[in-house]
């Protein structure tokens, strides 16, 4: 009797450990808005500004964590980003709106900083900084999807988003910050496709500040500018070949949640404002 061998079929690689922040405002603080990031007061909830713990291999920063236009910032943060890089094997970044408030600067030259910031070399080569890209994780089956993603703003809502959003951002507007979240989203939808082409067991992790999520991810007080923090990408018009496994991380909204919608998992974990109860775990550690 002869037996004919059979290739087993490749076994899903194991959850990654890894810390999720958003929101942490390390621009907002002093006459000259840099000592949060190095302070080590405590400042609320037992958290310490700037001061995050190393609990966990990978780093994930959901946007609002600093100032990338501001010039009086600039050694600050990029001394803030590389004592991260020391503590984990990689630090994912993606920037917030407010990574690009300021009177100059501007989107496209806060995203200029992005890139300049990753290449440094007291950075390791641990900082990956994402806007509309992807990375691989070595040897953890995960691929990363990454950008600021912003939004589709209403007409209804076209006020708050200018006062919000669009007011506080050098060179931009209403159908600017529209037509970038359709770019995103299609870099999204795109990569997912690629990915599930390219077969095998990869999970899928997107990072972004913007919110894919109407339900369960905002406090109530902001349901009336939803549009300025978040779409209904999950739950909605959806990502084809995003499910179960697959994880998207977000910020914006200063309320931590996890949740699952069209099979996947949602997570924020965002630090917010002082006089915010945002649900913040600053000794958190998730597996993905």
Same mark, same amino acid.
Do not use: K
């Given at each position: 009797m002869s037996f004919s061998a059979l290739s087993p079929s490749p076994s899903p690689a194991p959850k990654i450990k890894v810390q999720i922040y958003s929101d942490l405002h390390l621009e907002m603080n002093g006459p000259i808005y840099t000592s949060k990031y190095t302070s080590r007061s405590l400042v609320y909830g037992g958290t310490r500004s700037g001061d995050l713990p190393s +609990?966990?291999?990978? +780093?994930?920063?959901a946007g609002d964590i600093g100032s990338l236009v501001i010039p009086s910032h600039q050694s600050a943060f990029e001394t803030w980003l590389a004592s991260q890089c020391a503590k984990h094997t990689y630090v994912f970044y993606v920037a917030g709106n407010h990574e690009f408030f300021g009177r100059r600067g501007g989107v496209d030259a806060g995203i200029a900083e992005l890139r300049r910031? @990753?290449?440094?070399? *007291?950075? =390791? =080569? %641990?900082? &990956? *900084?994402?806007?509309?890209? %992807?990375?691989? $994780?070595? =040897?953890a089956g995960v691929s990363v999807l990454g950008c600021v993603l912003w939004s589709r703003i209403v007409p209804a809502q076209a006020s708050l988003g200018r006062l919000a959003d669009v007011g506080s951002i050098s060179g931009t507007s209403i159908e600017k910050h529209t037509a970038r979240f359709e770019r995103s989203y299609g870099f999204i939808k795109e990569a997912v496709r690629d990915i599930r082409a390219e077969g095998g067991e990869r999970r899928i992790v997107v990072l972004t500040h913007y919110c894919p999520l109407m339900v369960g991810s905002t406090r109530f007080e902001f349901r009336g500018s939803w549009s300025n923090w978040q779409t209904d990408i999950l739950g909605g018009e959806g990502v084809e070949g995003l499910g179960e496994g697959d994880t998207w $991380?977000?910020?914006?909204?200063?309320? @931590?949640?996890? @949740?699952?919608?069209? =099979? &996947?998992?949602? +997570?924020?974990?965002s630090r917010g404002n002082s006089m915010e109860r945002t649900r913040f775990e600053w000794d958190r550690v998730f597996e993905i």
């Open positions: +609990l966990a291999p990978y +780093l994930f920063l910031l @990753s290449r440094l070399a *007291c950075m =390791g =080569g %641990r900082l &990956v *900084c994402l806007e509309n890209e %992807r990375f691989d $994780i070595p =040897g $991380i977000h910020g914006h909204t200063h309320f @931590s949640h996890e @949740s699952w919608q069209d =099979g &996947v998992r949602v +997570l924020s974990n």
